[in-house]
Structures are given as C-alpha cells and as structure tokens.
C-alpha cells in the first residue's frame, strides 16, 4: 500500500512540477475517463448494505472554457453490513449516466462541481427484509460532488472526487451515501 | 417548500407592465392571433411576424415613444453622450454575488417561516433545522411531498426562477444559469427545511425556474433602457425590478441604474406582440360524460409572444407565455409557458427540429363540501417537459400557411388528479414522469388563426405515494376565429379533456370533461 501511494505522490508531483510536459492553449479536452470507487452508504439501506466498489467508465465532451458533459457507466457491488448473515446475497447496479462539471479554472489543477444523474439498473437477489427474490429494478440516480483533475500532460489526468448520491431505491430506504473516486483520463 | 405564494406579486408585474406599455403605446393595429388555444396544456402559439411587411411593422410599432424613429426604445439623450465604453455588469462573472445572492434568497422565507409565521403548534415549524435534520435528510434522501397544487407548481417555479437569475444576472449563460436554479433548490431542499428533500420539489423549483427565470430575464432587460434617462429611466429601472427583482438588485449594486450605455441587442427581439382575451368558459366538473353538471365562468387570458420561433437560434429567442384568471375557484387558473431551447432548420425555414423547455399550470379542480366529505371535482394538469417537435409550414395560397407541429411530451414531471387520495397536507393528485405526443395544426392567414386543431396525450406513470397508479391524459380542442377588425376578434373553441387512471388496489377510472369557449380577442401590443 505504501509503495503504491508513494508511487502516485511521484507520478503526481512529477507532472505538476515538471515543465517537460507542454501546456495547450486549454486543458479542457474531449476525454475518455475511468474511474474506481468506494461508497459508504446511509441511512436505512446502510443497515443492510453498508459499502459499495466498483468502477466506471466514461466520455466527457469539453465545452471550454469550463464545462464538461460526461456520460458513463460502469459496475457497483455492494457488500453486505458485517453482522447480517445472509449467504450469498448480492446487489449490483449497472449505472447509465449522463451529467456535467463545472471547471472553477483552466489549468493544470482544476478543481470542479460535478453533477451527474440517470437510471440505476439494480440487480437483487434480496430484498431489505432479508427475503430472497431475483428481481431487476429501474430507478433514478442522483449524485453531485465537488473534486480536482490534475493534468499531469496534456493527453493525461487524474481524477479525485468525493460525491453524495440520493439514488431511488425504496421509499423508506433511498440508496443514500458518500462516493469516493479516483480516476484518470485520457484525451482524444 | 411551503413558504411561497406569489401569485398575486406576479399578478401585480404583468398588470404593471402592460399598463405601462399601453400608457405609451397606443397604435398598435396589427394583430396576430398567437394563441392557438386557451387552457391547453401547452402554451402553443405560432408566430408567423416574419410574414408581415417589416417596413409597416417599424411604423406602426409601439415603441416607448410615439416619435421614435426606432422599433424599440427611446433615446433621449444625444448618442454620443452615450458611453459606448461602459463595461456592463454581465459582461463578466460575479461568482461570490450570485453565492450571496443565493444565500438571501434562501435566507428570507426561511426566516420569515422561523421566526415571522404564527405555527399554532411550534413543533411544526419546518424552519426549525439543525446539524441532526441535516444529516437525517442527507441519510433519507429523496421523497415526493404533499403541498397542494399551487405550492408546488408555481410557487416553488417561481423561486427557481430568483435563483436562475442569482447565475443569470451575474454574467452566466443561460446553460450555466440552469445549474444555479438547480443547485439553489437543492440547498433547501436539504437543508432549508426540516422536512425530507422532495424530488417534485427539485424538478418544478430547478425546471420549471429555468424557464420562468429565463422569461423574466429577457423581459426585464426588454423593458429596461439603458439610454433613457429622467422619469422615463426611472420607471423603466422599476418595470424591470419588478419582473425581475435579482436583475434589479444587481444593476442598483453596480451602479447600472445611474449609467447610460447602450441596450444589448439580443434585449430587443425582432417580434413581440401581446393580447388579451376576456370571455366566457364552459366546463363539467364530474366527468361523467352528461354535460349536466356545467359551471360558467367568466375567463380573462394574458398572452405574450417574444421572438419569431421560425428565426431562434439561442435558448429563448422565441417563447410564449400566457396566464388566465377566472371568475369561478380557483381564480388562478392557468399559466403556460413554452420556450425555444434548440434547433435545426431543416428547410430554409419552412420546416424545423426544434426542442422546447415547456411550463404548465392548469388548474380546474374545484372543491366542493358535502355534510361528510369534500368532492374534488373538475381537473388540473401541472408538468414541466421537454418538447421536441417537428414544425413546419404549408402554403397554400398566396397569404396562407398550413402551419403544424408533431413532437413528443417528455415530463419531467408531470401532476394529474388521484381519485382515491388527499394528503393531509393538500394534495389530491399524483406526481411521475411522463411521455406522450402532441399534434397541432393553424390555418393562417396573414395575421390571424382561422382555425386551429391540438391535441396532447401523455401517460404519467406515478411515482408519489401512494405509486399504484398511471394514468392516460388527454387534450383535445378545436378552436375558431373572425377578425372583426384588424385587431380585433372574436371566437370560440370546443374541446375535451379525458382521463384514464388504472389503479392497483382500486377500481380503474375514466373522467370525461368537455369544455366550450367563447372569447373576444385583442392585440394590446405588436412589434
């Protein structure tokens, strides 16, 4: 763990200090992202599902000099809390996303609002009662967030990002919690 | 959101407004019949102004002034003592102003609810919020609240719109401005009640403002002339506060109240044209197909149509809007609004892709009180709706046109009646996107409709509680018209509203409401 975290500070540092990497006229490019992601969850659907990971994939279309629309998608697993003993219960979400940010600058560290919404494919093969079911649900996903892209060249980034999301699930149990990314782009 | 109503605010800005264009405008004697039809689901106009001879519109134009020689505003001060170089207020942006704007906006009704209303039971004050409703609402999320129609499909529209302009006025773009009225609503949502953020509320405030907000935008800086000065500055300062009080306050905080520069020139749109409509309305308020149980009522309709929809290019080039007291309850019965977002022309302006961002508020339902129960009868339809359509226009003699619409209702979010339930706190319909199609076909003939045929359909599949439901709405209405004078006419239109609701746990239903109009119809305005 220390090695990798020593390994990104480097590659971090490197790419900001160094001036070998050319700067374009804007850093706001069409971009491929991807993105791994850990969730806490809350409120009543935390008792039961407590965590999240997973990963997404996007492509973001650059309307400089501070807008970005980004559509994605990806695959989130949840885990169950610790103590509930349910064998091999799972939850697993398909997101289809489309949203956007708002650059605050255009430079090599861009801090920026990120809001992005759509439909959440939910995969469950049980419910919050603990009974099991194989069901599929649609429901609407809502998340907004605020982060930094840091352009280590002009063709490649990294992404970090703490998000809150209020997706539909149950009435009394909304698919609530923070979001924690990190990411990396390449430009096209 | 509980705390807003300002019906009758907006009410007194329209009223103000058009008064104080007719006290200076009084040759207007071209007309346009731009409101197909009354009561509709969607304000659907067609403007065909650029039929019109350009020149004798210039003449016959009601500008500010009588004398000028310009179609719109008056100088009255030698142009070069003008300063051409004057920077304007949004000609850059004011980030940390529109933060603190947006602060105030939801800094007042909160306090006036915390610690101006009398709550008979103060445990009540949803106002009373702390770090523990915070996190509660953040750990809940989203739920759809039970405020009663008028709270929920126009107030809280109309302060999305103060929170639109808190960006708009600060030098965003429209776009940009759509994330402030968004974020504005979000934020009390979550944290400006004690009440669980409520996703209807979200939509209508962050939506539906885009839309109100963007319409009091462009005519604020319509009626504001930055090249006036003396009493003629002054009251063209107050008209444009009034409708649009964010724009006012930041061009009192600028100091672009005291300065004279040049109007922007998209503030002047190529046409705009107002007319009024006072008549009689016809509807059957139980639904059961007899047409006994009737009720007339007195109907008195504002319309307004900004740009020529045929030339937009920029999101709200073209819009129109209408709003409609009645005689009978609920007085405040409709207000529609439908504004251009983007396009394509297609065919050298004979037919075009277009997207609109649509507004309704149609409120018919009456209340009537029995010895055990209250009755809800009659109907309303309230929806906030993206509307991509298909225009097109068809000659078919020398000054006629076949024009038509084929486009679909995407809701956002869409509000029908529930015939099984009353919330507690008031309402008595169901929220939930939709989808359906809309059809519209106007035979006109230079200035006027004729005749004009619409139809709008859409399912709304139910998502509030109780969510056992959908429902399969429809609108259908033909209307007529006679210019008895160049700008005047008189007319009449027969339609239908129908519902279908299919319930789970309850008997399925079907309403039918017929409705007959009869009007008279002049042009106040014509640019």
């Known amino acids: 763990?220390?090695?990798?975290?020593?390994?990104?500070?480097?590659?971090?540092?490197?790419?900001?200090?160094?001036?070998?990497?050319?700067?374009?006229?804007?850093?706001?490019?069409?971009?491929?992202?991807?993105?791994?992601?850990?969730?806490?969850?809350?409120?009543?659907?935390?008792?039961?599902?407590?965590?999240?990971?997973?990963?997404?994939?996007?492509?973001?279309?650059?309307?400089?000099?501070?807008?970005?629309?980004?559509?994605?998608?990806?695959?989130?697993?949840?885990?169950?809390?610790?103590?509930?003993?349910?064998?091999?219960?799972?939850?697993?979400?398909?997101?289809?996303?489309?949203g956007g940010?708002?650059?605050?600058?255009?430079?090599?560290?861009?801090?920026?609002?990120?809001?992005?919404?759509?439909?959440?494919?939910?995969?469950?093969?049980?419910?919050?009662?603990?009974?099991?079911?194989?069901?599929?649900?649609?429901?609407?996903?809502?998340?907004v967030g605020v982060g930094l892209t840091i352009n280590l060249t002009d063709n490649f980034n990294v992404d970090l990002g703490a998000n809150y999301q209020s997706n539909f699930y149950e009435k009394e149990a909304m698919n609530t919690g923070f979001e924690y990314v990190f990411g990396i782009g390449f430009t096209l | 959101m509980k705390h807003i109503h300002n019906s009758k605010l907006i009410l007194t800005f329209i009223l103000l407004v058009t008064t104080s264009q007719l006290n200076s405008q009084s040759n207007s004697y071209s007309y346009f019949n731009s409101?197909?039809?009354?009561?509709?689901?969607?304000?659907?106009?067609?403007?065909?102004?650029?039929?019109?001879?350009?020149?004798?519109?210039?003449?016959?134009?009601?500008?500010?002034?009588?004398?000028?020689?310009?179609?719109?505003?008056?100088?009255?001060?030698?142009?070069?003592?003008?300063?051409?170089?004057?920077?304007?207020?949004?000609?850059?942006?004011?980030?940390?102003?529109?933060?603190?704007?947006?602060?105030?906006?939801?800094?007042?009704?909160?306090?006036?609810?915390?610690?101006?209303?009398?709550?008979?039971?103060?445990?009540?004050?949803?106002?009373n919020v702390s770090s523990d409703t915070w996190w509660r609402n953040l750990s809940n999320g989203w739920e759809y609240d039970g405020d009663n129609f008028e709270t929920n499909n126009f107030a809280h529209p109309y302060h999305g719109a103060l929170f639109f302009n808190a960006g708009r006025t600060n030098g965003y773009d429209f776009w940009e401005s759509t994330a402030w009225a968004l974020t504005g609503s979000a934020i009390w949502e979550f944290f400006g009640e004690t009440f669980r953020p409520?996703?209807?509320?979200?939509?209508?405030?962050?939506?539906?403002?885009?839309?109100?907000?963007?319409?009091?935008?462009?005519?604020?800086?319509?009626?504001?002339?930055?090249?006036?000065?003396?009493?003629?500055?002054?009251?063209?300062?107050?008209?444009?506060?009034?409708?649009?009080?964010?724009?006012g306050f930041n061009r009192a905080i600028s100091g672009?109240?005291?300065?004279?520069?040049?109007?922007?020139?998209?503030?002047?749109?190529?046409?705009?044209?107002?007319t009024f409509e006072a008549g009689t309305r016809s509807i059957d308020k139980d639904g059961d197909k007899t047409y006994t149980d009737r009720e007339v009522e007195g109907l008195f309709?504002?319309?307004?149509?900004?740009?020529?929809?045929?030339?937009?290019k920029k999101p709200f080039e073209y819009f129109n809007f209408n709003f409609g007291l009645a005689s009978g309850l609920p007085h405040f019965t409709t207000m529609n609004s439908s504004g251009f977002l983007f396009g394509y022309d297609l065919d050298n302006k004979k037919h075009r892709l277009d997207v609109n961002l649509d507004f309704n508020y149609n409120n018919l339902i009456k209340e009537q009180y029995t010895e055990i129960d209250t009755l809800y009868k009659g109907f309303l339809f309230g929806s906030t709706q993206i509307y991509p359509h298909l225009l097109s226009r068809f000659p078919i003699g020398s000054k006629t046109n076949l024009v038509t619409q084929f486009g679909v209702n995407g809701i956002l979010m869409g509000a029908t009646p529930n015939d099984y339930y009353v919330d507690v706190e008031g309402r008595v319909y169901d929220f939930g996107p939709g989808v359906g199609t809309r059809i519209v076909a106007a035979i006109q003939n230079g200035i006027w409709n004729y005749v004009s045929l619409f139809y709008y359909g859409a399912w709304?599949?139910?998502?509030?509680?109780?969510?056992?439901?959908?429902?399969?709405?429809?609108y259908l209405v033909l209307e007529a018209q006679y210019p008895l004078t160049s700008y005047f006419s008189v007319g009449f239109s027969a339609g239908i509203y129908w519902r279908n609701s299919y319930y789970e746990n309850f008997p399925d239903v079907t309403k039918n409401h017929p409705i007959g109009r009869f009007f008279f119809r002049t042009a106040i305005i014509d640019i």
């Open chain 1, 1 to 98: 763990m220390k090695k990798v975290l020593l390994l990104t500070l480097l590659v971090l540092y490197t790419g900001t200090v160094f001036p070998s990497f050319a700067q374009t006229d804007s850093y706001l490019k069409n971009r491929i992202l991807v993105e791994g992601l850990y969730l806490r969850n809350l409120g009543n659907f935390s008792q039961v599902w407590s965590t999240a990971a997973g990963a997404y994939v996007g492509y973001s279309i650059a309307f400089p000099a501070h807008n970005l629309l980004m559509m994605r998608t990806g695959f989130i697993s949840n885990s169950l809390r610790d103590n509930t003993e349910i064998e091999d219960a799972s939850l697993t979400i398909i997101p289809l996303e489309i």
């Open chain 2, 35 to 127: 409101k197909l039809l009354e009561n509709s689901n969607s304000v659907i106009s067609f403007n065909n102004h650029e039929l019109k001879n350009t020149s004798v519109a210039f003449q016959n134009s009601l500008a500010f002034k009588n004398n000028s020689n310009q179609k719109w505003g008056s100088v009255n001060l030698p142009p070069e003592l003008l300063n051409d170089d004057f920077k304007s207020w949004e000609s850059e942006k004011h980030f940390w102003i529109g933060v603190g704007e947006i602060a105030i906006l939801e800094f007042i009704p909160w306090a006036l609810a915390k610690w101006i209303r009398h709550w008979e039971d103060p445990a009540d004050n949803w106002a």
């Open chain 2, 198 to 247: 409520a996703f209807n509320d979200w939509i209508y405030t962050g939506v539906g403002g885009v839309n109100l907000g963007e319409i009091t935008y462009r005519l604020s800086s319509m009626v504001t002339d930055n090249t006036a000065s003396g009493s003629d500055r002054m009251w063209s300062e107050i008209f444009g506060t009034l409708i649009n009080p964010v724009r």
């Open chain 2, 301 to 312: 309709t504002f319309n307004l149509i900004y740009g020529n929809r045929f030339k937009a």
């Open chain 2, 256 to 274: 672009e109240m005291g300065q004279n520069f040049p109007n922007p020139e998209w503030s002047r749109p190529d046409d705009f044209l107002i």
């Open chain 2, 460 to 474: 709304i599949w139910t998502q509030s509680e109780p969510s056992d439901s959908k429902h399969h709405i429809h």
């Open chain 1, 101 to 143: 940010r708002y650059y605050f600058t255009d430079s090599r560290l861009m801090p920026f609002f990120q809001f992005i919404n759509g439909l959440n494919i939910i995969f469950e093969n049980i419910n919050l009662e603990g009974e099991k079911e194989d069901k599929t649900l649609v429901k609407y996903s809502w998340q």
